[in-house]
């Protein structure tokens, strides 16, 4: 059983940043690959980034290329995105999510564990 819980969000005026984390215990979080997913009120929730376990091969959503990166610290047990040159439109909750597996996917069903969510807010 992996415990996760995000922090770092906040209200922040459009082009500023912010830098989320993903903290994990109860399990061996290098065995597990993470995803962040975000969900704006009224939509369904998206994959934004996912990184695998292992060599940490990332990937994105097109709309958050070049501007969001994602990194883990394996000895920290915890999994970070970096949100630059923050829009509107990137206002949601964001939630990190953990998956038994070498590879990060899209699908938020393949995830086994999820936090509770931190609220990131752009005004513009």
């Known amino acids: 059983q992996v415990q996760l819980v995000e922090s770092g969000g906040g209200l922040v005026q459009a082009g500023d940043s912010l830098r989320l984390s993903c903290a994990a215990a109860g399990g061996t979080f290098s065995m597990y690959s993470m995803g962040w997913f975000r969900q704006a009120p009224g939509k369904k929730r998206e994959f934004v980034a996912g990184?695998?376990?292992?060599?940490?091969?990332?990937g994105y959503v097109d709309s958050v290329k070049g501007r969001f990166t994602i990194s883990r610290d394996n000895t920290k047990n915890t999994m970070y995105l970096q949100l630059n040159n923050l829009k509107p439109e990137d206002t949601a909750v964001y939630y990190c999510?953990?998956?038994?597996?070498?590879?990060?996917?899209?699908?938020?069903?393949?995830?086994?564990?999820w936090g509770q969510g931190t609220q990131v807010t752009v005004s513009s």
């Open positions: 990184i695998s376990r292992g060599v940490g091969s990332t």
């Open positions: 999510a953990a998956r038994l597996g070498w590879a990060y996917t899209l699908d938020a069903s393949a995830y086994n564990y």
